[in-house]
């Protein structure tokens, strides 16, 4: 969750899912998380609020976990007919584990965490800004201990229309902190006939995604959506280092 406002109000109630397993040499490496989204009707005419939560778990190897979990609140107005301002922000906690081991006790640790945020949105336009890790948390599940810096987010998206049944989404992420390096992330994806998703990502961590998904899945009143990401990490040998990402959403 790099930014918890609202961009979409498409929906009444949205649940995603997403697990991500790393494939080749390195093993025991994977991430989920289960997000869901509740849009609640404001007296101001085109203006909502959303309540939510996001868990998530990454395990790193045979003996380290970090889990996640964030309640979400956010406000979503329409400035003018072209425009629209949202704000979020999301409050809860991040646990770091480490597994007994033949080399020594394992233990964990609990410390209060949060993101703030922001969009300006327009019809083929969203343009964001987010602080993560807002607390100076300090953990220190066994000798080692670990603290949180604050990371700020830009986000920006643009949405053309190069045809009757094609429309062309570019994206882009960047990351900073006072202790590392800028970080990145540049996608272009393709919407085919409403249903087909194809799109690619390159990250500055030398990692290159491939996503094909399916959207407007009609089901019980509500649509489904499915993506799978193939991601392979450039600067090793192809095939050696990759991860395989199946992602699921729900909307009413």
Do not use: C
């Not at 600067?235 to 959403?249: D, R, Y």
Request: hydrophobic residues 35%; glycine residues 8%.
């Amino acid at each position: 969750m790099i930014n918890p406002s609202a961009t979409d109000t498409s929906y009444s109630f949205k649940v995603q899912g997403n697990s991500t397993d790393q494939l080749g040499l390195i093993k025991y490496v994977n991430r989920f998380y289960l997000d869901a989204d509740k849009r609640i009707k404001s007296p101001r005419k085109y203006s909502y609020h959303f309540l939510g939560f996001q868990a998530s778990d990454s395990k790193i190897g045979q003996y380290i976990s970090k889990s996640r979990f964030q309640f979400r609140y956010s406000w979503y107005t329409q400035l003018t007919t072209k425009a629209a301002l949202s704000a979020g922000i999301s409050l809860g906690y991040i646990n770091y584990a480490f597994l007994t081991t033949q080399g020594g006790t394992g233990g964990s640790a609990f410390g209060p965490d949060g993101t703030l945020g922001i969009h300006y949105i327009r019809q083929n336009t969203v343009i964001g800004f987010a602080v993560q890790q807002i607390f100076p948390t300090v953990l220190i599940p066994v000798s080692e201990s670990f603290q949180l810096k604050k990371l700020y987010n830009v986000d920006i998206s643009q949405r053309f229309k190069i045809g009757s049944n094609v429309k062309l989404t570019t994206y882009g992420v960047a990351q900073f902190s006072s202790q590392t390096s800028l970080l990145y992330m540049l996608g272009l994806m393709s919407d085919i006939s409403e249903y087909v998703m194809v799109g690619i990502n390159d990250f500055s961590s030398k990692k290159t995604s491939f996503n094909f998904g399916i959207k407007h899945i009609r089901i019980y009143g509500g649509e489904i959506t499915i993506v799978t990401t193939y991601s392979v990490y450039t600067n090793k040998v192809p095939g050696l280092n990759s991860t395989l990402e199946l992602f699921m959403a729900l909307q009413l």
